[in-house]
């Protein structure tokens, strides 16, 4: 008998099960590998594998919103984080680890609980009863993957990413792009038709841009990702170009009925973005998917006239990733609306990277205790990386064009009094002191 079903012993899962099982709750964790399966990504049994990289990214926390994250992390007593540093490698300022041994320190540290029980089981159905937590990752097991996708509605959950890059609004200059809607349509929201930001561009800037395009080095599709479908509406950008020099400006691009009140006529092409979140701090690319390698990204849309300062909250993309529309279909504690037993961590919500996969499943953890102790969870603070993180994932990202999303200071609420140079510093200060307050009352409650 156990309290809680862990489905996926991923970093996510691992975390979840050790923030549960370390408060003497008794937790089932299933993980499939070690069966003989596996998905094409992950090359060992081991708990918690890092697919990819051996980075957790940026250490510092005083600088950049993954290190505060980690920070946040260890304030919160997280195994994944303790693993991380016994497994660590000199890397700079980021946080490398020796993948085996991070592995060796997660499992050491969750068989050392009585607890927990790791079960090596492929699990096909979601539980229809009983806490659960899913946390099966980007590559979730296809008889699985259906049954949530039977939960939720199958247009919920997602088997592709395709990730247009955001920009941070404050770093788009205005002096060149304007804010309008195609042939002035109200906004759905109400208010004035002024939508969309507009990047004007004359017709040598476009033909460069799409010779850039041509020409710029892309990221290859992994072996099992070749056959990844270019569905309607989410075709990389340089796929278009490929068709014709002028399927862009049919496309994506169109200058049509988008008045440049600075020339009182329509562009030769566009750049469009689209605000990204409630904050209105983050504005994506519209239809400006790519696999394009991110330092091509960065030099070529800086090109663009307006974003030459532009700085990006996240670059485009394109994998195969299983992720739900959370902001849709999650409460704000992470728990599916139509089946509030269970709870989705890690990846699958949304989020992206190791960190934020653990982070979200270190929350995940810390609410089912919540539930199981009969108290209630209160949310970190939006200014701290977990609430903003959360806050993203659970409903204030914009749920039509959910993508999955970095940790990254544009999901904190603004500072525009405090001056440029000193914000970074400003955000993660400002995150320590409302995660101290938060931890303090969450201990006395
Ligand atoms: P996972 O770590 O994948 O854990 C999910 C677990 O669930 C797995 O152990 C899986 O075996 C198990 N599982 C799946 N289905 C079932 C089932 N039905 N029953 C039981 N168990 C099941 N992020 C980075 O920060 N840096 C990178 O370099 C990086 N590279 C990536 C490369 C690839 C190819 C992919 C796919 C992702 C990459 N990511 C990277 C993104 C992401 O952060 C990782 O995938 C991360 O491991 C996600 O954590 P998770 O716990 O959500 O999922």
Redesign the pocket.
């Known amino acids: 008998t156990y309290d809680v079903h862990i489905?996926?012993?991923?970093?996510?899962?691992?975390e979840a099960a050790w923030q549960l099982a370390r408060r003497g709750i008794r937790v089932r964790l299933?993980?499939?590998?070690g069966t003989g399966e596996?998905?094409p990504?992950?090359q060992t049994d081991a708990?918690?594998?890092?697919?990819?990289?051996n980075?957790?990214?940026s250490d510092d926390d005083e600088k950049n919103a993954v290190g505060l994250l980690h920070h946040e992390m260890r304030q919160c007593g997280s195994l994944v984080m303790a693993a991380a540093a016994r497994a660590q490698v000199p890397a700079g300022s980021a946080l490398a680890v020796d993948r085996d041994v991070f592995s060796a320190e997660v499992e050491a540290a969750l068989a050392a609980l009585p607890s927990l029980d790791v079960v090596r089981?492929?699990?096909?159905q979601l539980p229809v009863a009983g806490l659960t937590i899913v946390?099966?990752?980007?590559?979730?097991?296809q008889?699985?993957a259906g049954s949530i996708g039977a939960a939720t509605g199958a247009e919920s959950l997602a088997f592709f990413d395709a990730i247009a890059p955001i920009v941070y609004r404050e770093t788009i200059d205005m002096d060149v792009c304007w804010m309008a809607s195609r042939w002035d349509k109200p906004s759905k929201l109400g208010g004035e038709a002024r939508d969309y930001i507009n990047c004007p561009m004359d017709k040598e800037q476009y033909l460069a841009f799409h010779a850039g395009l041509m020409a710029g080095e892309k990221t290859a599709f992994?072996e099992w990702e070749a056959n990844t479908p270019y569905f309607d509406g989410c075709m990389p950008i340089e796929v278009m170009a490929e068709r014709g020099v002028e399927t862009l400006r049919f496309g994506p691009m169109k200058p049509v009925g988008l008045d440049n009140p600075r020339t009182g006529r329509w562009p030769y092409a566009v750049v469009q973005l689209r605000q990204d979140n409630k904050l209105g701090t983050l504005w994506n690319m519209v239809g400006f998917q790519t696999k394009l390698k991110h330092a091509e990204q960065v030099r070529l849309f800086r090109t663009i006239p307006g974003l030459e300062q532009a700085e990006f909250a996240r670059l485009g993309g394109l994998?195969?990733?299983t992720f739900l529309n959370s902001p849709e279909l999650l409460d704000r504690q992470l728990r599916l609306k139509s089946a509030p037993h269970v709870r989705f961590?890690?990846?699958?919500t949304g989020c992206?990277?190791?960190?934020?996969?653990?982070a979200v499943?270190l929350m995940a953890g810390m609410m089912t205790a919540r539930d199981i102790a009969g108290r209630e969870w209160r949310a970190p603070p939006r200014t701290t990386a977990l609430g903003a993180l959360l806050a993203h994932i659970t409903g204030d990202a914009e749920a039509d064009s959910y993508q999955p999303m970095n940790v990254n200071f544009g999901l904190f609420p603004p500072l525009p009094e405090v001056k440029k140079k000193q914000r970074k510093e400003a955000y993660t200060a400002r995150a320590k002191q409302d995660l101290g307050a938060w931890l303090g009352e969450a201990a006395s409650a």
Do not use: W
């Not at 708990?47 to 990289?53: I, K, T, Y």
């Not at 961590?345 to 699958?348: D, E, L, N, R, V």
């Open positions: 489905i996926g012993g991923g970093l996510a899962g691992s299933s993980e499939m590998r596996r998905s990504a992950h708990l918690a594998e890092l697919v990819c990289s980075s957790f990214r089981e492929r699990i096909d946390a099966t990752g980007p590559l979730t097991a008889a699985l992994k994998h195969r990733n961590a890690g990846q699958i992206e990277g190791y960190v934020e996969s653990a499943g």
